[in-house]
């Protein structure tokens, strides 16, 4: 059973109490100022946003692979995102909170919390887990290009790659499935003898990567959302929102993998996304043979010479092949339903260390 943080918040009055729309329980307190700080804001109202686009009947474009690891683009149901209404009474919309789904997979020094955990109030089961990356369009690599080749940076924490293998060994949580896993991983896992030793696992990069590309071919027909990607258009000189503002792309477990090959590599030293291939590869070879790994080991062993609080990055050039659609160019949530998302002058209560908190709390005529 799913346990939740705090105790459920009582309904805000729109208009009257600061709030954010279709939040009617949640960890967060909105009528307090410490809700609105700028690591709280960049889930929740991104939370709020996909509530909103539910409620007009638009739904996120969701990047998914396919049969042949192409990325392809879809759309998703908000119901079928968060595994629940996001509009419902059952709705409990959980903030950087475990989740218990997939603690069996892993142990570690301490239990890594997830973004935003939806819960089923009426059961008491975490319905989904997502990671929330709210992030502006076009980044400083794209600003200078035409609408259509605009892109976001995007950057990944470890912990995604952690939620990302225990996604993919949920698919395989028997024995026939740890089995079938193995064997797709091959025997690479069993050659290397010191993980922590570049020498010893570059000249298997290419190896690790081609199965951990079958094991998303293989898994082509089961991937689930992952990450929760806002993005907040900017007019061409950074300066103002533009007209056609919001829109969510959401990324599958599987189209994650892809974002992380779109870099060239070095050949000679082990880069940041190569490095998370080999986490990936490591946790899951470790998941076939004992049933879960250790998440704490493998990421501070093998670090090859890297911080390890996060796990890569990728810019908007990167990011625009892999996300180019007309929602793209042209979001679909205008500014002025800005003031529709935050509900009775909860802006005041924003304290603008982020461009977007800064944005909105310099355009207060977007709430008259």
Not at 116 to 138: F, Q, Y
Request: glycine share 4%; with cysteine.
């Amino acid at each position: 059973m799913a346990k939740k943080d705090t105790k459920e918040v009582a309904c805000f009055v729109e208009g009257v109490l600061p709030g954010l729309f279709g939040q009617k329980y949640s960890s967060r307190d909105y009528r307090y100022e410490d809700s609105w700080g700028k690591n709280q804001f960049n889930s929740s109202f991104p939370a709020s946003l996909v509530a909103y686009m539910g409620s007009k009947g638009v739904n996120p474009i969701y990047i998914c692979t396919n049969k042949k690891n192409e990325v392809v683009h879809k759309t998703i149901n908000t119901t079928d995102l968060f595994g629940v209404n996001p509009l419902g009474e059952d709705a409990y919309y959980n903030y950087e909170a475990e989740y218990y789904p997939y603690e069996q997979f892993y142990y570690a020094a301490k239990k890594e919390k997830i973004d935003l955990v939806m819960i089923n109030r009426s059961t008491e089961v975490a319905a989904s887990g997502l990671e929330v990356k709210l992030t502006t369009l076009p980044d400083n690599t794209t600003k200078d290009l035409e609408e259509s080749e605009y892109g976001s940076e995007i950057v990944v924490r470890s912990p995604t790659i952690l939620f990302l293998a225990c996604s993919i060994c949920s698919c395989y949580n028997s024995e026939k499935g740890k089995n079938r896993l193995h064997s797709i991983l091959n025997t690479i896992g069993s050659e290397i003898k010191n993980w922590s030793e570049i020498r010893q696992v570059l000249p298997h990069y290419k190896a690790i990567c081609k199965a951990i590309l079958d094991v998303s071919i293989d898994l082509s027909n089961k991937q689930i959302p992952l990450i929760i990607q806002p993005i907040w258009k900017t007019d061409k000189k950074l300066k103002d929102f533009a007209d056609d503002c919001l829109d969510v792309f959401v990324w599958s477990n599987l189209s994650v993998i892809q974002m992380c090959l779109r870099e060239t590599n070095a050949d000679n030293d082990i880069s940041r996304n190569q490095r998370t291939i080999i986490w990936l590869y490591k946790m899951l070879w470790d998941f076939s043979l004992y049933g879960s790994f250790n998440y704490t080991g493998i990421v501070n062993e093998l670090a090859y010479n890297y911080k390890t609080d996060k796990a890569f990055s990728i810019s908007g050039k990167l990011t625009n092949p892999l996300m180019r659609c007309p929602e793209l160019t042209k979001p679909r949530i205008s500014k002025y339903e800005i003031k529709n998302i935050i509900l009775g002058d909860g802006q005041k209560l924003l304290s603008p260390e982020r461009r977007f908190d800064a944005f909105i709390v310099s355009h207060p005529e977007l709430f008259k």
